[in-house]
């Protein structure tokens, strides 16, 4: 077994799910990988078992009665902005999206919600806990200080980054080996600004000269990665 599977089988999770055809089968495919799966079947129900259990990881609808997924991740996050979180959207809540910009989520995961995409989810959040210890992300040969937006070269040489470098080089290092959508790019680096492919290459050109050995691959009308 990977190491991250036998790290998530000691996490307990939260899953908001309005639809009980939906929440079942998902919460007992859940439940064979976590230590702990509990279940909500919205928002504020979802907020009480929250601030009761706490737990590790939150797995949400987007659109749900009585408080929706977005107005309960809000809340949430007023105090608590480490807890990694995974939205579950439809095609058609791009736009519903951009208000969750500053809201720290961890993926969106896209319905009808395949295996390996929960999967790649939850080894997203198994890294983000993980990483959450640490003040630093491991590049190839130096470290990069996310706090203090720089690189740390072998030898002690220091390189520092712009916001958007800082941004975009710490998006990239938490889902190593795993491809960031240039949509992702620009919600998460961006932010309300728009994005254009040249501006999102220069800013790449830029990263790729402060990286002693440039790790940042790209993926052609689909988005970028960081080797590993």
Sequence with gaps: MELWLEKLKSLKLLYAEDEEGIRKPMANTLAYYLKEVLEARDGEEALDIYYEQRPDIILTDLRMPRKDGLDMVKEIRKNDKKTPILMITAHTDKEYL????ELKIEKYLIKPIALNELLGGLRLCVSEIESGRSLFLECKNCKFDFKNRRILHEGGKETELTHKESD?????????GMIVSYEEI???VWKEEFMSIAALRTLVKSLRKKLPNSSIK???????????
């Design 218 to 228: 790209n993926h052609s009308q689909t988005g970028y990665s960081f080797e590993v």
């Design 186 to 188: 620009e919600l998460n």
């Design 168 to 176: 975009f080089l710490e998006l990239l290092l938490r889902k190593k």
């Design 98 to 101: 951009l208000s969750a910009i």
